[in-house]
């Protein structure tokens, strides 16, 4: 199979074809974009109408470089949060590609939220760029804001906008349920989770708790290539671990070949991420915490050793 290098990123990792995936149950194809050192960002295209988005882009040129070559024009710019690694293309992306009109939905604070089947859907001049309420006021570009709850259709593709924060206060995650998958910005990495830069532990459990209820077979897109150090960190506390020492060996064999680790599975995640397995004894035991600590406590354990790692 052909692999590509999508030019752009500062580094060099070939995309292979089978990095846009279409759902055999779905029209969506998502294509992951490197941009800068280490980040991600993924075109959305609906095959039936041409509708195209972009989340969370770092920079304008891998982007605009991405759509040329699939003769695609953007739509939608949507954004998980407001760190300019996930937002600084905005401006040059919306004016570059134009205004564009889309239809917001009555109901729930009116942004998008649930309509009811009576109430018309009034047409929005100028929007393009989409975020959380919570982070209005610091995304480049903000048009539309979508809440907690809130769905929204991308080409006839139901949305279900959930609150993830931690990372940031604002932080949203887009989960596509017809397509199986969920786009976590920095919330939810392959093999571990965002730094705690505005959020608690006890936040940033809940939020890993609300991805974790989603089925075991969603595809989870996240913001950065960070797994094969994710999976030293997550094999030192966590070594006896056969199914994260057969992972590891298969993120290690993917980078070998420049090849992108993303998008990983929630069943993956659940028998691998050190986040997500709180209740590990070897974990707690690896960490000298207390058998008695809650999750939370034992999250803000990992994150430290994480960060210290």
């Not at 649930?114 to 903000?142: E, T, W």
């Not at 980078?255 to 992108?260: A, D, E, M, Q, V």
């Not at 691998?272 to 960490?287: G, K, V, Y």
Request: net charge neutral; aromatic share 8%; proline share 5%.
């Amino acid at each position: 199979m052909p692999l590509k290098t999508l030019r752009g990123a500062s580094r060099s990792l070939r995309v292979a074809e089978f990095c846009s995936v279409t759902n055999v149950s779905s029209s969506l194809q998502i294509e992951l974009v490197p941009c800068l050192r280490d980040n991600y960002a993924y075109l959305l295209h609906d095959v039936n109408t041409g509708t195209v988005g972009v989340v969370d882009p770092s920079i304008a040129m891998p982007i605009i470089d991405a759509l040329s070559r699939k003769n695609w024009n953007l739509t939608y710019i949507l954004n998980t949060h407001h760190h300019h690694d996930h937002t600084g293309g905005n401006a040059e992306l919306k004016a570059r590609y134009g205004a564009k009109s889309v239809k917001a939905r009555y109901g729930t604070g009116y942004q998008l939220g649930l309509a009811s089947k009576n109430k018309p859907y009034p047409s929005l001049a100028h929007r393009q760029v989409i975020g959380s309420g919570i982070d209005k006021d610091r995304i480049p570009g903000i048009d539309i804001v979508l809440n907690d709850g809130d769905k929204w259709m991308f080409a006839g593709h139901e949305v279900h906008v959930i609150e993830t924060p931690g990372h940031t206060r604002g932080h949203i995650s887009f989960y596509f349920p017809s397509s199986a998958a969920i786009f976590t910005g920095d919330t939810l990495f392959s093999l571990s989770c965002g730094k705690l830069f505005e959020g608690t532990p006890e936040q940033m459990l809940s939020s890993l708790q609300r991805i974790m209820s989603l089925p075991d077979d969603t595809n989870i897109y996240c913001g950065h290539e960070y797994t094969l150090s994710n999976s030293k960190f997550a094999l030192s506390i966590e070594p006896k671990n056969e199914a994260l020492q057969s992972y590891a060996a298969h993120v290690t064999h993917l980078h070998n070949k420049g090849l992108p680790t993303i998008p990983t599975t929630l069943k993956k995640e659940k028998a691998c991420n050190p986040f997500l397995r709180t209740m590990s004894s070897e974990i707690r035991q690896a960490l000298n915490i207390p058998a008695d600590a809650n999750a939370a406590e034992a999250l803000g354990v990992i994150r430290q050793a994480k960060d210290n790692f």
